[in-house]
């Protein structure tokens, strides 16, 4: 159905939720503890269930078509397994014939599918700055029913942003278990005064019992107030152990009194909910990829500190483990933080990936790139603190910052381990030349000594800069990395980056948005633009 529904008369309110800090210390950014605990009504569960899109920590990728999270899987690897996506067949792929989704609005975050959807047939998740939540039929696109969650603002109330409607910029997460899909988006007119995470049914759209929650000036964590203008929601969402996590940064341009926070919010009894903040202003958290989790929290990373010049260390430019609803657990951050303060160069441009590295010591490693050129490898049980990586890789040949501003995704084949991610600038270091302009590269990560290289570069075109997803048939063979190229699907061989397909002119995607990727579903690639999804199957 197509028509709008109406939304939950009232929010709750937040102020049981009002976090506690720890005692102070020179970093900064003291873990909150989670609010007093409520009641909340009892989730539907409508419908067959479907549990795909899980993994362990870090093993092997998930088998099931449904996408229920940014790339794919907790680890944020952008790994889909898909049997009958050889190179062979993906050389032939063609826009998909009678798949016509569209819908109202502009889309920034990326879809998701879920296999056994409304009425127990696949489905398809968009959502856009107006607020809009739409289920599309797998099979033809049509609206199976929308959702709009509330006023998306027209300004964002400061000076800077270059948004608008600035209503849900995030990629949301599904729960097939409780048949549920999370949404984070900005609420007001022409400011935002305040951010809702909203629970719906994805049956018909409905709103679960005891949502939405408000984010607003009543959130706190011990000095440090959440500025609901100033705060932007652009991370991807997270759902790891029955918490969601929501994570905040500011908008384009850096203006207002904003925080990096991580919220958290019990999907079970929602009135239990926390948050921390970082101890600087301006250290957001604001990477499209979102957090990645090895099963203990996540992974966030952090930005560039505003009003640099400080000499000691808050939050800026770190790596930080979050965990229950609130607690900071672990941090890294490189020695130059000041340095990639005083540039721009923040930390939290990239997501992070958690990689399972077979031979090495310890074989859980975090990978997480910054704008600067630099990829670091850190050990996923102890992120290190200061300079504490395992490894420290640059990947351009430049110095400048703004090189870099992707969701990197992972994956493994006989060859080895590889890192795929996309650099604007910089020239990287090709193994045949030509760095220059937008290049998808593929780093090689391997064990004993623990090292990384640049294997192959390919060019992604002058369009916007958006994210790659990797595929193979059972895990390892076939390797594909697919991407989008001013507006065409390309993909390229995931060992040497040679190129497989791109689509013909005609088959342009429009409206692509930066740092957003295409999925993986029953052997057909499906990525979203302002109005429309597309999609591109084997003949």
Same mark, same amino acid.
């Given at each position: 159905?197509?028509?709008?529904?109406?939304i939950?008369?009232?929010?709750?309110?937040l102020?049981? *939720?009002?976090?506690?800090?720890?005692?102070?210390?020179?970093?900064?950014?003291?873990?909150?503890?989670?609010?007093t605990?409520?009641?909340?009504?009892?989730?539907g569960?409508?419908?067959?269930?479907?549990?795909?899109g899980?993994?362990?920590?870090?093993?092997?990728?998930?088998?099931?078509? %449904?996408?229920?999270?940014?790339?794919k $899987?907790?680890?944020?690897?952008?790994?889909?397994?898909?049997?009958?996506?050889t190179?062979?067949?993906?050389?032939?792929?063609?826009?998909?014939?009678?798949?016509?989704?569209?819908?109202a609005?502009?889309?920034?975050?990326?879809?998701?599918?879920?296999?056994?959807g /409304?009425?127990?047939?696949?489905?398809?998740?968009?959502?856009?700055?107006?607020?809009?939540?739409?289920?599309?039929?797998e099979t033809?696109g049509?609206?199976?029913?929308?959702? $709009?969650?509330?006023?998306?603002?027209t300004?964002?109330?400061v $000076?800077c942003?270059?948004?608008?409607?600035?209503?849900?910029l995030?990629t949301?997460? !599904? =729960?097939?278990?409780t048949?549920?899909i999370?949404?984070a988006?900005?609420?007001?007119?022409?400011a935002? %005064?305040?951010?809702e995470?909203?629970?719906? %049914?994805?049956?018909d759209?409905?709103?679960?019992?005891g949502?939405?929650?408000?984010f607003?000036s009543?959130?706190?964590?011990?000095?440090?107030?959440?500025? +609901?203008?100033s705060?932007?929601?652009?991370s *991807?969402?997270?759902l &790891?152990?029955?918490?969601?996590?929501?994570?905040?940064?500011?908008h384009?341009?850096?203006?207002? /009194?904003?925080?990096?926070? &991580?919220m958290?919010?019990?999907?079970?009894?929602?009135?239990?909910?926390?948050g921390?903040?970082?101890?600087?202003? #301006?250290?957001? !958290?604001?990477?499209?990829?979102?957090?990645?989790?090895?099963g203990?929290?996540?992974?966030?990373i952090?930005g560039?500190? $505003?009003?640099?010049?400080? %000499?000691?260390?808050? =939050?800026?430019?770190?790596v930080?483990? &979050?965990?229950?609803?609130?607690?900071r657990?672990?941090?890294?951050? +490189? @020695?130059?933080?000041?340095?990639m303060?005083?540039?721009?160069?923040?930390?939290?441009?990239?997501s992070p990936?958690i990689?399972?590295?077979?031979?090495?010591?310890p074989?859980i490693?975090v990978a997480?790139?910054?704008k600067?050129?630099?990829l670091?490898?850190?050990?996923? @049980?102890?992120?290190?603190?200061? =300079?504490?990586?395992?490894?420290?890789?640059?990947?351009?040949? *430049?110095? @400048?910052?703004?090189?870099?501003?992707? @969701? /990197?995704?992972?994956?493994r084949t006989?060859? #080895?381990?590889?890192?795929?991610l996309?650099?604007?600038s910089?020239n990287?270091p090709?193994?045949?030349?030509?760095g220059?302009?937008?290049?998808?590269?593929?780093?090689?990560?391997?064990p004993?000594?623990?090292?990384?290289s640049?294997?192959?570069? *390919?060019?992604?075109?002058?369009?916007?800069?958006?994210?790659?997803?990797?595929t193979?048939?059972? #895990?390892?063979?076939?390797?594909?990395?697919?991407?989008?190229?001013?507006?065409?699907?390309?993909?390229?061989?995931?060992?040497t980056?040679?190129a497989?397909?791109?689509?013909?002119?005609?088959?342009?995607c429009? #409206?692509?948005r930066?740092?957003?990727?295409? !999925?993986? &579903?029953?052997?057909r690639?499906v990525?979203?633009g302002?109005?429309?999804l597309?999609?591109?199957?084997?003949?």
């Open positions: 159905m197509n028509s709008r529904l109406s939950l008369p009232a929010a709750l309110s102020a049981a *939720a009002t976090c506690t800090p720890s005692a102070a210390t020179n970093d900064g950014g003291t873990a909150g503890t989670a609010g605990t409520g009641t909340a009504g009892a989730t569960t409508a419908g067959a269930t479907d549990t795909g899980v993994t362990g920590t870090a093993g092997a990728p998930a088998t099931t078509q %449904s996408v229920l999270e940014k790339n $899987n907790p680890s944020r690897d952008g790994h889909f397994v898909q049997p009958t996506l190179k062979a067949a993906a050389a032939t792929m063609t826009r998909s014939s009678g798949f016509a989704a569209s819908f609005g502009n889309m920034w975050a990326s879809p998701l599918y879920v296999e056994n /409304p009425g127990g047939t696949g489905a398809f998740f968009a959502v856009t700055t107006g607020n809009d939540v739409f289920a599309l039929d033809t049509a609206v199976k029913w929308m959702r $709009n969650i509330g006023s998306s603002p300004a964002n109330g $000076n942003g270059n948004i608008h409607p600035l209503g849900i995030s949301p997460a !599904i =729960d097939a278990t048949r549920t999370y949404v988006g900005a609420i007001g007119t022409s935002i %005064s305040a951010h995470v909203h629970a719906l %049914s994805i049956d759209g409905t709103p679960k019992t949502w939405p929650i408000r607003d009543g959130m706190t964590s011990g000095t440090i107030i959440f500025d +609901p203008p705060g932007n929601q652009r *991807a969402l997270s &790891v152990n029955g918490i969601l996590y929501v994570g905040y940064g500011g384009a341009g850096d203006c207002g /009194p904003y925080h990096g926070w &991580v958290g919010i019990n999907t079970a009894n929602p009135t239990q909910r926390g921390w903040a970082t101890g600087g202003q #301006g250290e957001a !958290i604001w990477a499209a990829g979102g957090m990645a989790s090895d203990n929290g996540v992974i966030a952090t560039n500190r $505003n009003g640099v010049g400080s %000499s000691s260390h808050l =939050d800026s430019e770190e930080v483990r &979050v965990t229950g609803m609130g607690t657990a672990d941090q890294f951050w +490189p @020695a130059s933080w000041q340095q303060d005083q540039q721009d160069a923040d930390f939290g441009a990239n990936v990689i399972n590295l077979t031979g090495a010591t074989s490693l997480a790139v910054t600067d050129g630099y670091y490898l850190l050990d996923a @049980a102890n992120l290190g603190g200061q =300079d504490g990586h395992l490894l420290r890789y640059k990947m351009t040949a *430049a110095t @400048a910052a703004m090189q870099i501003r992707t @969701a /990197p995704a992972a994956y006989a060859q #080895g381990q590889y890192l795929v996309t650099i604007d910089g990287p090709c193994p045949s030349g030509g220059g302009g937008k290049q998808v590269v593929g780093v090689r990560i391997t004993n000594p623990l090292a990384a640049i294997a192959w570069c *390919a060019s992604q075109g002058s369009g916007e800069s958006t994210s790659p997803i990797a193979t048939i059972d #895990g390892r063979s076939e390797a594909i990395v697919w991407y989008m190229s001013s507006g065409r699907l390309a993909g390229v061989d995931g060992d980056g040679a497989i397909y791109t689509s013909a002119t005609s088959d342009t429009s #409206g692509v930066r740092w957003s990727s295409p !999925i993986a &579903v029953k052997g690639i990525a979203g302002d109005t429309h597309c999609s591109w199957s084997p003949q």
